[in-house]
């Protein structure tokens, strides 16, 4: 899918400051009221909520040039799930007034915002698709593939999935033991790497 990032130059100019995430930061969390527009300049970020047994369930993963958290800024509610570095991520933010007067006087922004929506809901549908009633070893292709491509340039190239099995579980809807007897499977499929139980795709 295509990436419609905003222009970042003119969300600087706007008011957007620029941070570096570590690994594990959280950008904003569960139930917190909304106040800036966030995109990321590099890394990954992911949307997570967690429900009364403490079971985390990962809702998106956002990579370079892509927006996050934008349906509760806009609808002026709390945020449904927290947002969490899965690498190291520069994100930049805006604060929710200039952001707004922003997308208001340019109406090529307005266009892309409509683009991001659309998209955000043709991958979340095809993300249901793909993990309803799926076999393990599917769900789990399905999204290192999707992975890889939101985090890595040469799709060609192994990569190391800087995932631990419990993410992986989280986002794929299984328990962390499937994962590990798949991923073991796999690797002896020849579709997946593992060095010092470090899992390269």
């Not at 007034?97 to 915002?113: A, Q, S, T």
């Not at 192994?158 to 579980?169: G, N, P, V, Y």
Request: glycine share 6%; net charge positive.
């Amino acid at each position: 899918m295509a990436s419609y990032g905003l222009d970042k130059d003119l969300l600087i100019q706007n008011g957007g400051t620029i941070k570096l995430h570590p690994k594990g930061d959280c950008l904003f969390k569960e139930s917190s009221t909304p106040r800036y527009y966030y995109q990321i300049l590099s890394g990954c970020v992911k949307m997570i909520s967690q429900n009364e047994d403490g079971k985390i369930y990962t809702h998106g993963l956002f990579s370079e040039g892509q927006s996050f958290g934008e349906p509760p800024l806009f609808l002026n509610v709390n945020y449904p799930s927290s947002a969490i570095a899965v690498t190291e991520s520069v994100v930049i933010k805006v604060p929710r007034g200039p952001f707004f007067k922003l997308v208001e006087d340019n109406p090529i922004f307005y266009k892309n915002f409509v683009l991001i929506l659309a998209e955000r809901v043709y991958e979340k549908t095809w993300s249901n698709k793909m993990l309803t009633g799926q076999q393990p070893e599917f769900r789990i292709l399905n999204f290192l593939q999707n992975f890889k491509k939101k985090t890595n340039i040469d799709l060609d190239k192994k990569i190391l999935i800087t995932l631990t099995r419990q993410e992986i579980a989280d986002f794929t809807g299984l328990r962390v033991e499937t994962v590990i007897r798949t991923l073991k499977k796999m690797e002896g499929d020849n579709k997946i790497e593992i060095r010092n139980r470090k899992l390269f795709y």
